[in-house]
């Protein structure tokens, strides 16, 4: 397929990847009195079915196989494995616990974050522009700080996380897909032990009572490949600024969700600290998108 095909559905595939992401919310709602623990280990387990069937349907076993008999391979992918699983317990709770608002933060913050990261561990130097964002982000987290009169841990233990899983993950040879199903395959045993003591506690979420809760339980492995499977296919047909843009989609719909459907606090002075990161935001992108094309016309001279 030409890239002039390709563009227009990876555009589509990652738009509709980030869209899922950010209306999550809707999805985990209704989950709201089950423990976050519990989901998780479901989210797990059924996450590795999807994805090793899918890995089996296109003859991709084999990278996991590869990655498992790895010594130094397999403990990278452990730790990010306990950094993803962490994220989506942060994230799940937040969720069922009247904090949508705060996750949306955590993902706006979470590529200034990288570039903190990027200077600190990989050595990275940033322009007037980098250096702009990040210094607005840090005087919204302050001001938020103050507003709130402790630190957004919510929104920091979510982007620092996802942050250390991306940074880690950038150094590991094992492509998205192959990558996410051996970190599940990894937690599985750990999910399936918290499920069993469940079901013997009496427990259990997943009974024949409540069908429902039962198939949202079952239903978050699909819901969290899915948007894998979509971004995969976008990123190998966008550029990478591209996909930087398209990222906001998921936290300025989660706070659609927190505000408009489940009627979260926004007050005009928690407003003025996400306006500041937003203009952060806004630098960063900018500055992105303007070295991306400097680069791209360079390559055409």
């Known amino acids: 397929m030409t890239a002039a095909r390709l563009a227009p559905r990876g555009l589509a595939a990652a738009t ?4 899922i992401w950010g209306l999550f919310p809707v999805y985990l709602h209704p989950l709201s009195g089950v423990p976050a623990l519990q989901v998780i280990a479901h989210r797990v387990s059924w996450a590795c079915v999807v994805l090793f069937g899918w890995l089996l349907l296109r003859g991709e076993l ?12 397999l403990a990278r992918l452990t ?34 974050v990288n570039v903190v990261l990027g200077v600190l561990v990989l050595r ?6 980098q250096w702009t964002a990040v210094a607005l982000a840090a005087s919204a987290v ?15 233990a979510l982007a620092m996380s996802f942050s250390l899983y991306g940074l880690q993950r950038k150094v590991i040879s094992v492509d998205a897909l192959p990558g996410l199903a051996t970190e599940t395959l990894l937690l599985l045993p750990l999910a399936l032990g918290y499920l069993a003591w469940c079901q013997a506690a009496g427990s259990a ?17 699909p819901v969290t490949a899915i948007p894998l ?15 930087g843009v398209l990222q906001y989609i998921a936290p300025s719909l989660q706070l659609l969700c927190g505000v408009l459907l489940y009627h979260e606090s926004f007050r005009p002075a928690l407003a003025a600290g996400f ?9 960063y992108a900018a500055d992105g998108l303007w070295r991306a094309r400097g680069v791209a016309r360079a390559a055409r001279a």
């Open 124 to 129: 990275e130097r940033l322009n007037r522009a």
């Open 62 to 73: 084999a990278t996991v196989s590869a990655t498992l008999t790895n010594g130094r391979l």
């Open 229 to 243: 499977f979509l971004f995969a296919y976008g990123a190998r047909a966008l550029p990478y600024s591209t996909l």
């Open 275 to 283: 306006a500041l990161i937003w203009v952060a935001l806004l630098i």
């Open 16 to 19: 509709a990847a980030f869209s």
């Open 142 to 156: 302050a001001y938020l700080t103050v507003l709130a009169g402790r630190p957004p841990w919510i929104a920091g």
């Open 205 to 221: 979420a997943l009974t024949l009572e409540r069908p429902g809760i039962g198939a949202l339980l079952i239903g978050s492995g």
């Open 79 to 112: 730790l990010t494995a306990l950094l993803i699983s962490a994220n989506w317990l942060v994230y799940v709770w937040s969720v069922t616990h009247a904090h949508i608002v705060d996750t949306s933060l955590g993902y706006y913050i979470n590529p200034l």
